[in-house]
């Protein structure tokens, strides 16, 4: 039995230190995630607040042998789209002007571009800039797209989270990108026309 | 393999997630398929997107987070007792509810059967009347036919005396 399961265990039989234990093993992770969902600094904490109260009070219906971390990420991404729902967020900008500089970034960004080289405005920048592209997605292929890449989870761990086959995943995740990517072409596009101009 | 099985692997290779065997294969095809080189090239360029998107850190918890989770939990107790047994009711109210209607379903069947069952015999004299009708009518066609036959033996006789007796009035005469 993982420590995972063993601390389950001693939580759904009501042991208060054991949840703490819970808490502050998965906290720094909630906190992270809601943040990528939400980007509100404000409302992390009352969402991951409400995420924890939430597997407290449904632990005893939790089945020990199924996975803790796609019930933890499932219940995460539903409290941050009831969040989400209520703020009606709707896509803020959805043609944003792209400079030649930011577009490189994201190209090649990973492989020869270290953001920890670029100072903190410019850094600012490219975050704003990345953050208006992705205000384009709903926030269900917004969270797919976050927990494929941010949280590293496989399309195996996906399908456990969000209930759906491998194949379901893999087209929703070609479907987000690919609107991500258009976003990101028609911006390149319109930046370009102004420098011709 | 085809085109869009490759396709359908890009996901998994660039997580790292394929066998030595299909990272090959897809290689091969990559080398040559513009299509598949796009989408690998917009896999990637939108996993920058979400990294560039978070080059600043999310909030930490503060150090007192989990007592604050704990005050809310009592304070979310009372209305949460409130509802619990509620939830639990409805929970277990839908496998009842759906034993229930495979029970009735088995229950209407049963009696429509039962029911079909029954008519069952009221048929059978039909039958019965109907066999023995049928048999009768054979007998009688059967008593009809033969004298029918009965008659044309009768009627054949009756014109071969016919022509045979004026040639033996004849004979007698000479």
């Known amino acids: 039995m993982t420590v995972d399961k063993e601390l389950l265990r001693r939580c759904q039989l009501g042991d208060q230190a054991a949840f703490e234990v819970l808490v502050k093993k998965h906290e720094r992770r909630v906190f992270g995630l809601v943040y990528q969902m939400v980007r509100q600094p404000g409302e992390v904490e009352d969402i991951a607040q409400e995420v924890f109260t939430k597997i407290y009070f449904s632990l ?11 019930w933890l990420y499932r219940i995460t991404v539903n409290q941050c789209y009831d969040y989400l729902r209520k703020r009606k967020r709707q896509a803020q900008v959805t043609e944003s002007d792209l400079s030649e500089e930011e577009a490189a970034f994201f190209e090649r960004f990973g492989s020869i571009t270290q953001p920890r080289h670029l100072d903190i405005s410019k850094r600012l920048e490219i975050r704003q800039t990345a953050e208006r592209l992705l205000s384009v997605l709903p ?9 494929k890449e941010m949280e590293e989870l496989s ?22 990108r690919n609107q991500l990517k258009a976003v990101y072409e028609k911006s390149r596009k319109k930046e370009k026309g102004k420098h011709r101009v | ?31 040559m398929c513009r299509d598949c080189q796009e989408q690998l090239r917009t896999i990637r360029l939108t996993a920058n997107i979400l990294r560039a998107s978070l080059l600043d850190e999310a909030p930490a918890p503060a150090a007192g987070f989990s007592r604050s989770v704990f005050l809310a939990i009592e304070q979310q107790r009372e209305n949460y007792l409130f509802w619990s047994p509620l939830r639990l009711v409805a929970l277990k ?8 209607a495979v029970a009735l379903g088995i229950f209407a069947y049963t009696e429509i059967s039962s029911d079909l069952n029954a008519q069952q015999p009221a048929e059978e004299p039909l ?3 109907s066999l023995e009708l049928s048999s009768k009518w054979g007998q009688e066609a059967a008593v009809f036919s033969e004298q029918i036959s009965q008659d044309k033996d009768r ?16 004979k007698e005469s000479k």
Do not use: C
């Open chain 1, 60 to 70: 005893p219906q939790f089945r020990i042998e199924a996975s803790f971390e796609a």
């Open chain 1, 139 to 147: 926030p269900k292929d917004r969270s797919l797209l976050i927990l």
């Open chain 2, 93 to 100: 109210a839908v496998p009842v509810m759906a034993v229930l």
């Open chain 1, 155 to 176: 399309i195996e761990e996906l399908t456990q989270i969000f209930k759906s086959s491998a194949s379901a995943i893999k087209l929703r995740l070609f479907r987000a």
């Open chain 2, 1 to 31: 393999m085809s085109h869009q099985n490759l396709k359908g692997w890009l996901e998994d290779y660039a997580e790292n997630s394929l066998s030595a065997e299909m990272t090959q294969d897809l290689e091969q095809h990559l080398a």
């Open chain 2, 155 to 170: 009627v054949v006789s009756t014109l071969l005396e016919a022509e045979t007796l004026p040639q033996e009035q004849g």
């Open chain 2, 127 to 129: 039958l019965e009347t």
